[in-house]
């Protein structure tokens, strides 16, 4: 029961019986419609064309649509281009005028077909959310042809002459594209990414403008964006690490268009560093080409480098200060005998390939020069000073999280720490220990106090501190690896140094058994119940599934990054949740001049069709419905007085 002055705070809302009662018929007619599809993405890394469009084809599913709707009417050529219109209306637009073929017969025919497709796409929504969804200048003239009755021989005539009028006005291209954005809007009502948006792909900045965009998502942090997300802390460590890959990835646009961070320190002081320095260990990954930013391949080297050793030495100096992260065999710029030329890791000896480190003092390794300490103060005023940098980061944060529970499935990017035996793993801060559950929701305040405590405050300086830790540390749940050997793949020639140890997670986690006690830690039911990850890329290829632990587990890493696809042989996947099933969209390489168009397999049915009322929406509705029900007895005994307008 609520109390009186919880009910008057309502009855502010709903000042009668009658706006009382109409919200309950309306509230219970909506828990009795389809739950909305939900689109599951995962380790963007910066691919933006290949996202957008995949968020704009949702994954294939339009196709799908369109062939339900038209398949026996018009040929696969005539609904291959249907669909490219909903995708990329005005570039199509654009192109029919270019050619010729932007007719009144083909606006008809065109409007006609998309009207169509948004009755098909709409029908499971109330007419209430789909006008909000609609462009307000054009609403009203939607509205009236999603609902035209063709046995009704006037309203036919209606509907032909409200069509002959869009066209007459010459706005029926402006009233194409609106009709193709609401298609896009309603076949996606939900979307979860699965973390890593940034690095090796081109521009996040890009994906990050698309997101915010968009009406309703939430992100679960993977390494990558926990990496960024340090940076715009401050955190020296987390600064040198991102500039370090987007340099390594040739990802110029997206650091200087994109967030205005000033390189040209850094290009300065590495030309005149290394300019005898071939830098053949750093040369860049080519995998796409700068628009805005090219930047020679040996001069992007010798930047990479020097970068490298100032992270290196940030990196050692952050651990020592953290003894409690147990990573004192990481600090291998102490550990190179400068004689010799050797490295000694794990207590195996090395010899290392790179000998020129003209600001390493041998005596005091992780000391900083006092031209890097300069370039490292230019560098975080850059990142400091990115107006679209930290809206970015506020976003990930309001729309974040390390995981999400949502309508009985868990989501997060990497894994839960688990040891040999299956138990879940600890880590121990300021003596008390977090596993499972606990060290998520730790974790998850900490990152929060790592941007938004305020300066000087205890605990402050840890927290930033931590987002490094989380970035690469063994007990870390967005990384789940024993150690990054990045010093490794540089300076040492032997692969096994290389070799970076999964958490036991990845191996147990293919039980079911093991997916229900994750389940239970989260307090989710066994029964219809999934956990979804990202992090580690399927390779479809070598025979692998996305499915695992007898459909408890789904994995949707793929390799949507052009970095991972010679591995997976794919470019990822989308997992797909609609009121009667669950499926698995399988992306093809992103190629814009080639039907790319994801194979769509369902993977699971639901034993009866999921509606609204049967999720965690639901559930909100109906305490809702609760409250008005007692709004509305309080009314009928004269406890709250109406408001009679």
Not at 293 to 312: N, R
Request: some cysteine.
């Amino acid at each position: 029961m609520r109390d009186l002055a919880y009910l008057q705070l309502l009855a502010r809302e709903y000042p009668n019986l009658k706006e009382a009662t109409s919200e309950i018929v309306n509230l219970m007619a909506i828990c009795s419609l389809p739950k909305g599809t939900e689109y599951f993405f995962s380790d963007l890394h910066g691919e933006y064309e290949a996202f957008i469009h995949l968020l704009r084809s949702s994954s294939g599913i339009t196709r799908e649509k369109i062939k339900a709707t038209f398949g026996h009417l018009i040929p696969e050529e005539e609904q291959l281009k249907l669909a490219n219109l909903i995708y990329y209306p005005e570039r199509n637009l654009a192109r029919m005028q270019k050619q010729g073929h932007y007719s009144e017969d083909w606006q008809k025919i065109t409007i006609y077909r998309l009207v169509q497709i948004c009755k098909e796409v709409s029908s499971k929504y109330t007419r209430s959310k789909v006008r909000k969804k609609m462009p307000r200048e054009f609403a009203y003239i939607i509205d009236e042809l999603l609902h035209v009755d063709y046995n009704d021989e006037n309203k036919k005539l209606y509907y032909d002459e409200i069509i002959h009028t869009i066209i007459e006005t010459g706005i029926g291209g402006n009233f194409i594209i609106a009709l193709s954005r609401l298609i896009q809007n309603l076949t996606v009502d939900n979307l979860h990414i699965i973390g890593d948006i940034f690095d090796r792909g081109p521009r996040a900045d890009i994906i990050m403008e698309e997101l915010m965009n968009f009406h309703d998502v939430d992100v679960q942090w993977g390494n990558h964006d926990i990496s960024w997300m340090g940076a715009a802390t401050g955190n020296l460590a987390c600064i040198c690490n991102v500039l370090r890959i987007a340099i390594s990835y040739n990802s110029f646009d997206v650091l200087e268009d994109g967030y205005g961070i000033n390189l040209r320190p850094l290009s300065m002081f590495a030309a005149r560093l290394y300019q005898d320095d071939p830098c053949e260990r750093f040369m860049p990954k080519i995998l796409d080409e700068n628009i805005y930013d090219a930047v020679d391949p040996g001069l992007a080297a010798k930047m990479h480098k020097a970068i490298a050793v100032i992270q290196f030495k940030v990196e050692g100096a952050l651990i020592k200060r953290h003894p409690e992260y147990g990573m004192d065999g990481r600090v291998l710029l102490e550990a190179v005998d400068y004689e010799k030329w050797t490295v000694d890791i794990d207590g195996k000896t090395y010899p290392m390939l790179d000998k020129n480190f003209p600001t390493i003092d041998p005596k005091n390794p992780l000391e900083l020069t006092r031209g890097e300490k300069e370039l490292l103060r230019a560098l975080s005023a850059s990142f400091k000073h990115s107006e679209l940098l930290h809206r970015h980061v506020k976003f990930l944060y309001s729309h974040g999280a390390i995981y999400k529970c949502c309508n009985s499935n868990l989501l997060y990017h990497g894994c839960i720490p688990m040891k040999k035996d299956g138990s879940f793993d600890d880590l121990t801060v300021k003596g008390r220990a977090y596993s499972g559950k606990a060290l998520m929701d730790y974790l998850n305040q900490e990152v929060q106090n790592a941007y938004f405590m305020p300066e000087g405050q205890p605990g402050k300086e840890w927290a930033v501190d931590l987002m490094w830790y989380l970035w690469c540390g063994a007990r870390s749940p967005v990384f789940g690896k024993d150690k990054i050997t990045t010093f490794e793949h540089y300076f040492v020639a032997d692969k096994a140094a290389h070799k970076e140890v999964m958490n036991p997670y990845y191996q147990l986690s293919v039980d079911e058994e093991c997916c229900n006690r994750i389940l239970q830690e989260f307090g989710l039911p066994v029964e219809g119940s999934h956990i979804i990850n990202g992090h580690v890329p399927v390779k479809l290829k070598d025979g692998e599934k996305p499915m695992k632990a007898g459909g408890k587990l789904f994995i949707i890493d793929g390799g949507l990054s052009k970095a991972y696809q010679s591995t997976t042989g794919i470019a990822g996947y989308t997992l797909i949740y609609n009121s009667h099933h669950l499926a698995l969209a399988e992306h093809m390489p992103f190629d814009p001049k080639k039907d790319s168009t994801p194979r769509v397999s369902v993977v699971e049915k639901v034993k009866s069709r999921v509606m609204v009322a049967d999720t965690d929406r639901g559930r909100e509705l109906k305490g809702q419905i609760a409250d008005l029900k007692e709004l509305v007895a309080a009314y009928r005994e004269g406890k709250i007085k109406e408001r009679v307008e």
